[in-house]
Structure formats: C-alpha cells, structure tokens
C-alpha cells in the first residue's frame, strides 16, 4: 500500500505518523514545498516575541524522525498535478528543478493555505512580510531585533498576535485595518470593545486605526521606509507585516477534478473523503462543518487540523473513523486582553437563518475583593425561538477562555439556554463570583426570550 | 404576607433579598443568632491571608441596606422552636435574654451548617479556632499576625485555604490530617498527587502529616502552646484551627417534624419545600440533589446557597421556580496548586451503583514552549456500560479549574465518552496545547470502554 501526503504542517505530519503507525509496512510519503516539516506554525508569533530563542522549539518531528517511523519526508517538493484515473502525481524538486511522476494508492492532501496579498503600489519591496512559514518567523525576528518601528496591515488573529510580539520587543508599532473593526470575527459591538480595551492599554508605544486603507508603501533599495494612507498619513516604518488573511490552497486540487466547497476550501465528508475515490482532504485546505447546524464554514486552525489528519489516515488506512466537524472555538491574546469566541456570532446566526437574540454583561471574573480580579465582557446568543444556545463571545483581561470553553461543552450538548440555567459551575473567591458571569448573561438572554415568546 | 427567614449569610440573604423585590409590600423578617448578615463566609481565608485589610469588604449588605429595602434583620436572635401547626416561632434574643413569639405565614429555614469539633482533651483552650463566621475570622486574624507558629487539623476545603494563608503571613504551619490522605472528596490516587504536589513545593515553612491522631492540647492560662499526637510528636504552637469538616443545622427542623434526608441534611423538593406546607429550606443546612442520577448529596457552598435562596423566595413568594440540583462541582486553591472537581469520582461513582472506568493524564496546560507553561493531573470517570460521562478531577498548578468547568457542561448535558470526543475546545499556544488534556484523557477512557463491552 502505497499512501502518499501532500503537505506536512500539522494535518499532513499528523496523518503520516497516524498512517505509520497504524499501518508499519505501508510505503508513505510526504511531499511539501515547504524547507519544515511537522511544525507549529501558530507558534511563530511567540517566537519573534522571544519567549523563547531557538525556532527549532517549534519543531514536532524532524524528517529523520520520520525516516525511523518509516516515512519518507521530500522537502522543497511541490505538487504540480494529480492524475485521478491514473493515480499518479507530477512532483516537481524544486532544488534540483526537475520534475517526476509517482504513484498511490491513496493520496491525503493537506496543503494548506497561504497568506492573501492585496495589490499595493511597491508590496515588493524587502522587509514587507507575510507570516505562515517557519523561514518567514526567522526572517521576521532578524529584522525586528534590528528594527524600531513596525506597521501590522491587518487587525485580524495574526494581526493582534504580532501587534503583542513587535510592543514586547519595543517597536514603536502601528496596526492598520481597512474594515471599520478590528478582529471581525466578533460581532461588532465587542470588536469595538476590543479596539477600545487596547486603545485604553496602550501607550505611546502602539496605535490602532481603523477604516484607514493603504495607498502605497514607499522605501528604497534596502526596504520599505513608509507606509501611505488614502486618509494622507505617511508612517515612517522599518518593517511591514501583510496579515489580511488566508486562502485555502485548492488550486492543484480543482484541476484534478476535486469538488471545492461553497467556502472556497475542498469539499469533504466526514471521513474526510473527496468526491474521488481514494482522495482524502485535511486541515487547512478543507472545510468543515459546523455542527450546531450542518453547515458549511472554514476555520484553518491548527487543533483541528490535528484531528482531520488523524481522521484521514484512519480512514485512508482502512479503518473507520469519523470527524464530526467544528463549533467554531477560537482564542488569541493581544498584550493582556484575551480574545475568545465559539459557535456562532449574532450577525452569523442571522445570516443562517436563526432569530438570534442575544445577552452581554461585563463582570468581575472572580470575588471582587481578590487582588488579581479582572474584566471580562460576555455576550451570549440563542435563537429566540427555540431557545437553543448559539454561540459566544469573550473578552477582557479576565479569565475569558475559560467560560468560551464552558459555553462550547453546551454547544456540544445543543442545550438550550433554559437547560444551561441549571448549571453548577465550580465556585472560590479566587476563581469565580458567587454567580459565574456566564449565568448572568444566559438569566438575561432566558428573560429576553421569554419577552419574544 | 409575613415572611419570616430564619438565617442571614448566603441563602436566607439571596432568599431576603429576592422576597423584597418579588413583594415590596411584604412582611419581610430575617432572625440570625449571628452578629453579621449578608457576607461572603468563603472569603475569610483570604482576608486573614492579608488580601485585604477591611474585612467589611466580605459584607454584602448592611441590615441598614435591608431596612431601606423594607426587611428588617434581626441580629443575634436565635430560633428557638418552631410550631407549623400554630405557624409560630419562639425566638430567644441573645443580648437581652429574652424569648418571644413571632408568627408566618411562609417560613425560610437557612440556618446553615455548624464545624464538627472532636472530643480532644483541653479543646477549650485559648487560641484554637473554628472558622465558620466573621468573628472567627476578625479572632483568628488578630491572632496570626502576633504568632509564629500554627498548627491546622483537617486537610479538607478550609484547611488547605487556611495553610496557604498562614504561609503567606509567615507562619511555620503544620497541617494534621487523621486520615491516610487530605482532600478526601477526591479519589485517593489524586488526593496522594495532591499531597506530593503540596509537599513537593513545600520548604521549611510548612508540613503536612497524615494518618497522624491528635491525643491532646496542651498550654497554660494564655492559650494552647503544643499539640501532641498518638505517634508521640509534640508540636509547639501559637494557634490551633479546628478544620475537621461540618454539619448542617437540623435540630430545630427535626425538632417541628421537618423531615431529614439520608444525607443528615433537611429534606426538600426542587421548590425547596420542605416536607411540611409554607416551611422551605436552602443553603447549608439542607441537601441537594445530584443531578448524575437524582441521588441526594449534601454541597454546602456558597454558591449554590445563592441560587437556593433565590428559588426558595420565589417559590414562597407565590411565583414559580425549580432548583434541579448540583453537579457537585468545587474548586480551591493552596499555594500554586488548583484541586477542582465535578460529577462523581470513582470510589463515589462504584457507591452509586455504576460500573466506573477512568483515565488519568498528566499534561502541560498550554503548549509547552510558552514561558508560563504548567502541569494538570486530569482524571476522567465514565460508566463502562454506557459509556455516559460521571466526573472529572484535575489538581495543578496549571489552568484545573478550566478543564472541569468545560467537563461539567458535558455532565450537564448527559454526554458519553463518545459524544464527548467530537468536542471542539479553543487553541491557542497561551491558552491549551494543541489536543486538550481533556481530549487526551477522554480518547484514553473511549479506548477502555470499548475494551470492556
């Protein structure tokens, strides 16, 4: 059996350790593009922090590693077509520039995404970075260490992670979203509360702007020098970073014949299959479905491509195993503000079809009269006609994640907020108020749907 | 209408304080034998711990605050006997020392619980202390601050709050459990990693001993000086906290014919009815049921006296509610080590009736490059016939408390092992590694139960 990986970040490397043990006597390949292999690439932020020195922490497993399990790992070799009929791929070696043809049996594409460049005047120019590999992370903290002023274009999670790591390394930084709000993600009643809780926070050392758009970048033969807004601002930077967003890689997979999804990531069942036999798809490049209504959404996180690759290779290898899909949880840190989110935001749930009505109360996160209390903001919603849970969004310099976490288990439940109200939540001074904010929030949001019914 | 509550720190408040709002017009009457009403009893630790010098900051309302309300608190009064059928109450004022009757037409029982004292020979001596109300707590302050050296019996909730408070006032403490292991209400596997965690961290300051019988106090006309064990250790000493559990107030309710449950605790409905007509009871002195499997524990918490007190008023207000019961979850904290648990353990769960499989991981608590990276010891009970989840422990000096929260939903919505695994929790390298403990443990407890059926 001869089972071959596209990719090998997190779903690939994942499947092919899941594959090599499952199946010790199959031949299993992996071939990236990448120069890494087995890599946390969520890591990279903290990295050009300097939380820690060497980027070889962010390592998993190395291709020698591999080698002994039995995987054959070829770095710097990129797909460039697959054969369906033939069960064949082109491979092209990209140092040795040349291409060749191999064969699988059963073929698991986990290739990724890659970062979306808008077309500015002069994006050329050096020191304008993207952040999705482990050579970018490198790169990105050689200059940073030499740097003092930074612009992140983007407010979203990559955006708001490196807006923390260039204010720990002392960069004067500054943050430009085009959108009206930062971390879009959120509804944009606790966007807005994210941008002021960090604009409150901030000092000289870091300033946000919104719906400001960037008319071009200017610089000279050893980089960028500044970065100009259609509003007429010129912000003298050492460096830049592109952080508005990612797109699945699908490219390779479309021309093959392999249907893609309404998100615009491949379309897989829930054993990770694609249309064509013997193709499986995992993490970044495919979809997921978000369980709390059967539909379709992309969410490139590393936890769940983790478990798509599991999944795939299960399955690839001859076993059952099944990927239920996702309820959207997601959480980042900018400085001391977290930021966490789950199931679906008010705006999403009305563009699914729900009646949402929703619940928000900022709270103490434990006894008042404890010395680290802190904030956090709770906006809870629920359809209004069933009384279903929905979703959940936390933020604050609290412990936020933890009641994200807490709603996602009753995600999982498909509680309704009536079923939630009659929670028994753990309770000491030094981890909670008496009443946990989350039940607040769900008394508020069962009172307004009593009103609706 | 004439409401009387007998009982003032958590439930009876709660149950004030909604009866006021409900009502206005009411004859609102609470009678406490206590000096105090309205305060967090669970914050006393921490105010002798030095967290914060006034300890009027544990005081949520003031009988001022009552009265403006129309409710009117009657202090250092103590029920003495009640008579349903005449709907009478004989209360005996303590400062005067003088009995008198006082009618209702619905009665409030939230008289709380009382600490178990052991027969041990010069108990009555100076210096050694219950915990229980503000006095104890302004009395064991004062004492702390003048000493050096303590010495603490029970290794349970308030014993481990208390140890890390005289620590942190600089005092040698000796904790004195009797039993083979402290933090009984855990499993012994985790209350034995509770104590090496404790012992571990520990230096000079502190000692923890069990299976260790006191035999005596001794000490002169200024208090107790030593403490003498069966083992034949005698332990210089300052002060002495009695912390050797507690049990709910009944006698008065046995007394009028309210009947008592198996748990030694008064019997209610989930209206907080009593078995007698227009008497409710809430808080400590009455039992809970555990919503696992509608047995009937006693939980005598804060918190969950809050959301009694709330029900019992409104029920006796003429509106309805349901109190459906607990999870029995609990967290504390001693020193860097969180303990929290939910739902049943596995000696408890075996007591029940149920067939209990568990697994046990011990994991970082985020990803275990990030610079504030920390242990949790997670334990996972499930029953083997039906795979239903039954409860969780975790101890560390990582985010505990976190991963039983998330768990107690799952209780809460009556998930298996199996369900369980399709959860989706938040990633990010400061808040979790990439797969949750809890998914760690929960694919281990999946893959025993299939082993069993």
Redesign the interface.
């Known amino acids: 059996m001869k089972l071959v990986i596209l990719g090998g970040v997190?779903a690939g490397a994942k499947a092919a350790a899941k594959a090599g043990r499952l199946l010790p006597d199959a031949q299993i390949d992996i071939y990236t593009d990448d120069t890494h292999v087995s890599y946390?690439a969520?890591?990279l932020p903290?990295y050009i922090e300097g939380?820690?020195e060497n980027y070889e922490?962010?390592l998993v497993r190395s291709p020698e590693e591999f080698k002994a399990q039995g995987i054959n790992v070829h770095l710097q070799h990129r797909a460039i077509k697959i054969l369906p009929e033939s069960k064949q791929i082109l491979i092209f070696n990209i140092v040795e520039e040349k291409g060749f043809l191999i064969e699988y049996d059963k073929l698991i594409i986990a290739i990724g995404a890659s970062p979306v460049i808008q077309q500015i005047n002069n994006i050329n120019l050096k020191n304008i970075f993207t952040l999705r590999k482990i050579e970018d992370g490198i790169a990105v903290k050689e200059k940073v260490l030499r740097s003092k002023n930074a612009v992140i274009v983007g407010g979203g999670y990559i955006g708001v992670e490196l807006l923390e790591a260039f204010v720990q390394q002392g960069l004067r930084t500054t943050l430009i979203e085009y959108a009206p709000h930062i971390m879009p993600m959120f509804d944009d009643d606790i966007s807005k509360i994210i941008k002021n809780q960090l604009t409150e926070h901030s000092n000289s050392q870091y300033e946000i702007l919104t719906s400001e758009i960037i008319s071009e970048f200017s610089g000279d033969m050893d980089g960028v020098r500044s970065v100009r807004t259609t509003s007429g601002l010129d912000i003298q930077t050492d460096l830049v970073m592109l952080c508005t967003g990612a797109k699945p890689n699908v490219e390779i997979a479309m021309d093959a014949g392999i249907a893609i999804g309404e998100t615009g990531a491949i379309k897989v069942n829930e054993k990770m299959e694609t249309n064509i036999p013997d193709i499986y798809a995992c993490g970044d490049c495919a979809e997921e479905t978000l369980?709390i209504n059967n539909t379709k959404i992309w969410m490139p996180?590393?936890?769940?491509a983790?478990?798509e690759g599991r999944c795939a290779a299960m399955n690839a290898c001859g076993f059952e195993d099944i990927f239920?899909?996702?309820?959207?949880?997601?959480?980042?840190?900018c400085l001391d503000l977290?930021m966490?989110l789950?199931g679906l935001t008010e705006k999403n749930a009305r563009k699914h079809g729900f009646k949402p009505v929703s619940a928000t109360v900022t709270k103490n996160d434990k006894?008042g009269?404890?010395?680290d209390v802190n904030n956090i903001t709770l906006k809870l919603v629920a359809d209004s006609e069933s009384g279903l849970l929905l979703g959940a969004q936390a933020v604050g310099t609290g412990?936020a994640?933890?009641r994200?976490?807490?709603?996602?288990?009753?995600l999982?439940?498909?509680?309704t907020v009536e079923?939630?109200l009659?929670?028994?939540?753990?309770?000491?001074?030094?981890?909670s108020p008496?009443?946990d904010p989350l039940l607040n929030a769900a008394q508020i949001l069962a009172s307004k749907i009593k009103k609706t019914l």
């Open positions: 997190a946390s969520c890591g903290y939380n820690f922490i962010l369980v996180l590393g936890s769940i983790n478990k239920p899909g996702v309820l959207a949880s997601a959480v980042t840190r977290t966490s789950t006894v009269y404890m010395p412990d994640d933890k994200i976490n807490v709603f996602a288990s009753a999982l439940g498909k509680l079923e939630f009659a929670h028994d939540l753990t309770y000491a001074p030094p981890f008496t009443i």
